[in-house]
């Protein structure tokens, strides 16, 4: 079961639509679920009041087994946005403002990184989100693109991660004191005034045995984060959130878990350098 599925949490989706009306539950294996139906019998309905904001995507969020032996050595690339979405016109990001969050100002990904980058995450930083997530599962032969040092590597086979976020959504709401806005009005040190911070994300993956090669797995997560449902959610931080959320349910996919895992060891030294 897949489950990087999609939930919508307000049925229409309306701008006029002032409370969204989820139902929540967690599953025996400690996963949270969401949904705008009780398909639970222990659903516990909560209402989040987003003001005129389009209510939070709010996807649930696989929790992977660690990882058995023997595995290929893994090594993670930077990840980045597709070309697709910085070309796009449409926005990515709207900053609401007011005291029933109306009024946005609207960003596209280009304006977004141009004039609040922190925001966003450089193609580094989801690296080493990503690494750190598969080196808690206990993938024991992992290496970052850029960091690995020792022999080079000639005849052992490897594969090869990479990523590129396709699609992404953020909102925000600053209602205290907040009038109608500008876009030059927005700076990364009024990103603390927003409280109500949302993402929605879609993360394409990539698994080859050779850095530029032909993909031997290819398939698509989704992420979000929301304040409404976790208070640690900021601005700041959403899109983190969201990726880590989106990285858990790809290490759950047990395609990816087949085409890391080899038939028997090779004795392969711990320590190499990869092309």
Partial sequence: ??????????????????????????????????????????????????????????????????FKAPLYPLIVAPLDYSDSLFDAPEAVARFYFGDDCSSPVSLSLTQLRSQL??????????????????????????????????????????????????ALDIAACRANGAVQKKRSDLSETAMAQFKIAQVWLQVRWKVTDQVAGQPLLSFVTEGSAATQVNADVQVLSAVREGFLAASANALDNQDLRQVLTRAAPSGLSENFNAP
């Fill in 1 to 66: 079961m897949r489950y990087w599925v999609l939930f919508a949490v307000c049925a229409a989706l309306y701008a006029s639509c002032v409370q969204a009306q989820i139902y929540t539950w967690t599953d025996s294996n400690g996963r949270v679920h969401y949904s705008d139906q009780p398909a639970d019998k222990n659903a516990v309905l909560q209402s989040i009041d987003v003001g005129t904001m389009l209510s939070p995507k709010l996807i649930t969020v696989a929790r992977p087994t660690l």
């Fill in 117 to 166: 980058p922190s925001v966003t995450r450089t193609p580094e930083q989801f690296q080493v989100d990503m690494f750190r997530a598969i080196r808690r599962l206990g993938h024991d032969s992992l290496y970052r693109a850029g960091h690995y040092s020792g022999p080079p590597l000639e005849s052992t086979e490897v594969r090869y991660l990479s990523g590129e976020i396709i």
